[in-house]
Structures are given as C-alpha cells and as structure tokens.
C-alpha cells in the first residue's frame, strides 16, 4: 500500500532564508503533485511532476522528482510572508492518477 | 464562475441526524471525488465516481452515501452522524481516471462539518 510521509511537519522560518521539504513515497508511483493550503481555504496545485528528474520552478518554488530513490523535494528560495500556508505532497498508485495518497502537509510560517 | 462548488460551506448538527453536502462542476470533467479531511489537516479519499458510475470506494462506513445524478454532479449523503465525522469535505474533479497527462484534481471550497 502507498504510502507518502513529508518532513518537517512544520518550519517557521524568516523572511529572506531558503528551505526544502521532503516528501518520501513507500511504493512504486509515475508521478508527484504539490498543493498548497492556505488556513480555511481549499487547495490550489502547485506542481506535477510526471517524471524521473522532472524539476518545476514557479517563482521562489522549486520541485523537482527522484523516482528511484521515491522522493520529491520542494525548495523555498528567499521566503516571503506570503508563502506562509501548508504544503502537500502526494501520488496516486501507479494508473490511478484521481487516487491520490496525501502527505501528512507540512505548514510553513514565514516571519518578517 | 467556481470551477467546482459544494454547499453548504458549513454545516453544524447534533448527534444521530442525516445531512447532505452536494457538489456541482463547470469544467466538465468526467470524473469526481469526496476526499475528507480531518482536525489534523490529513486528507483522505472517500469515493470517485467516473460518468456517473462509482470506481473507488474507500473504506468508508456505510452511513456514507454518494450519489451522482449526471457527471456533472456529486453528492455525499452521511446517515446517523457521529462525532468522529466532524471534519471538512472537499469535492474534486478530474477530466479523466489515469493514463497519460497531469489529471490535476481540481478541488472545491471545502464543507465543513462540526457534529455536536
């Protein structure tokens, strides 16, 4: 059975410092989403990473995919307030793409 | 115009009563879902229903109902309710069930459910 675990669960850090979350997968899977949650609200995509070395980059985000070793990684560059929210990783058994496995989120506080 | 719309956003009820929360989507995407999550933010799959027929059904009590009139809908029906299903309940969307392409769900506002 799928299972995804990210690390840290939480981070506070200041504005200006980068930082990676770790987003391990236990089974064989082709693809990886991102997602964010801002606190009340639903969640957006970020990412979809449909490959072995796949690396996407939206702004100060940066993901990227290592299915041999199942494990994807989400770098902040110079955090901003704004980027305070929790982020989720998560992957469907392989030709389930709708079943996604959710990581447990990692909640990000940014301070100035 | 909201890609994917649920009602009601909030819902609060005691103990032992049934509720609905239905779920409307304008993208028309042949797939959609009941994902639940919970006071510690984990996020769970309910059902899938695919053109309006059911293809996942997760191990949910079967106070849980889903019902999907047409692919553009999908509503969840909770019988007898418990404390323990207090939680939000996102619907999504997805144009497809697998093969090649992103298939990105596409989520709702969420509906969240306090049961007293």
């Known amino acids: 059975e799928l299972k995804v675990e990210q690390n840290p669960l939480f981070l506070s850090m200041q504005e200006g410092k980068n930082y990676t979350i770790y987003c391990n997968y236990s089974?064989?899977?082709?693809?990886l989403y991102w997602y964010r949650q801002d606190p009340g609200k639903s969640l957006e995509s970020l990412f979809v990473?449909?490959?072995?070395?796949a690396v996407k980059q939206e702004g100060r985000l940066m993901a990227s995919l290592d299915t041999k070793a199942r494990l994807s990684t989400l770098h902040i560059t110079a955090a901003v307030h704004d980027l305070s929210a929790t982020y989720f990783c998560?992957?469907?058994?392989?030709?389930?793409?709708?079943?996604?496995?959710f990581g447990q989120g990692t909640t990000l506080q940014v301070k100035p | 115009d909201t890609a994917v719309s649920q009602t009601p956003k909030y819902l609060v009820t005691q103990m032992g009563n049934d509720k609905s929360i239905k779920c409307e989507q304008n993208?028309?995407?042949?797939?959609m879902y009941w994902y639940k999550q919970d006071s510690k933010k984990f996020l769970k799959i309910m059902f899938s229903?695919?053109?309006?027929?059911?293809?996942i059904n997760e191990t949910v009590p079967n106070r849980f109902s889903p019902k999907s009139p047409d692919k553009a809908h999908l509503n969840l029906h909770i019988n007898s309710l418990e404390l323990g299903d207090s939680a939000v309940y996102f619907c999504?969307?997805?144009?497809?069930?697998?093969?090649?392409?992103?298939?990105?769900?596409?989520f709702g506002a969420g509906s969240r459910l306090t049961v007293l």
């Open positions: 990473l449909l490959s072995n070395g």
């Open positions: 999504a969307s997805t144009p497809g069930t697998g093969g090649s392409g992103a298939n990105v769900l596409t």
């Open positions: 993208l028309g995407h042949d797939t």
């Open positions: 089974t064989t899977s082709d693809r």
């Open positions: 229903y695919n053109n309006k027929e059911l293809i």
């Open positions: 998560a992957s469907p058994p392989v030709g389930n793409t709708g079943k996604l496995i």
